[in-house]
């Protein structure tokens, strides 16, 4: 694995070997086929921490062993270097974020209420009358009481009437094409994979991809349904020059999207990675 400038969004430039060889070439094609990244090539050492091999008359030495990852977790491997033993071993420390899943949990645990109800005046008034009754109730609580139990009592009492009056927020779906049927489709296919743990045999082995391939199709012809909707509604805001509503859709079907620079090979069958170069050879291969 080399150093060379068009290999560097895959391999970066802390190689041992200044030029990459057929293997090194072949390498680089197959992590950026699979969207990785080689990382024990990214991480500035010495030389005597890079190489995995040596001859047996000891004057040379190969980088051979790498470490791969997903581009997408490429930022979790810390480092990785190689360390002497009896043989050359290459370790990788890797750290594990788990942060994200606490914060999720939390947020799904949690109660939001429907603000929004507030400004209608019914709303408000019928929030008002709960608030002030529960508090006439605190009221003729005993004054040695724990002033702990008594602020549970006001944190209770509030989001009581808060529930009651003005209602949980509905958490936006992030699948709106997944209704009740498909609910009902998923079910099928746990109750086809109970009787296949039960039962491990042919027959039940069959029904379960039977079920798996009628819940993939239901859902993909639910997708495409929900798709072919939603473009349709584009083009019709786009006819009737309904602006705001237009991008708000194309915004829509853009979130979560990440463009990322594809390598490309030219007419002799090296890679090229620079944008510029890309266009050109997009632009040669059409024409």
Known sequence: MGRENIFK????????????????????????????????????????????????DGKTHNQID???????????????????????????????????GKQAAQRFDRQIFNLRKINEPEVREQYQVEITNRFAALENLNDEEDVNRTCENIKENIQTSAKESLGLHELKQNKPWFDEECFGFLDQRKQAKMQWIEDPNQSNIDNLNNVKHEVNRHFRKQKEAHLRAKIEELETNSKIQNIRDLYKGINDFKKGYQPRCNIVKDENGDLVADSHGIVARWRNYIS
């Open 66 to 100: 790498h470490v791969l990852i997903g581009r997408r977790w490429h930022s979790s491997v810390l480092d990785v270097r190689s360390f002497r033993r009896d043989h050359y071993l290459v370790i990788a420390k890797v750290r594990e974020r788990l942060a994200v």
């Open 9 to 56: 969004p895959t391999t970066g430039q802390d190689s041992l070997h200044q030029d990459s060889n057929d293997n090194g070439v072949r390498l680089v094609n197959f992590a950026t086929s699979k969207n990785l990244v080689v990382k024990s090539t990214m991480f500035r050492h010495r030389n005597i921490h890079k190489y995995a091999w040596t001859t047996p």
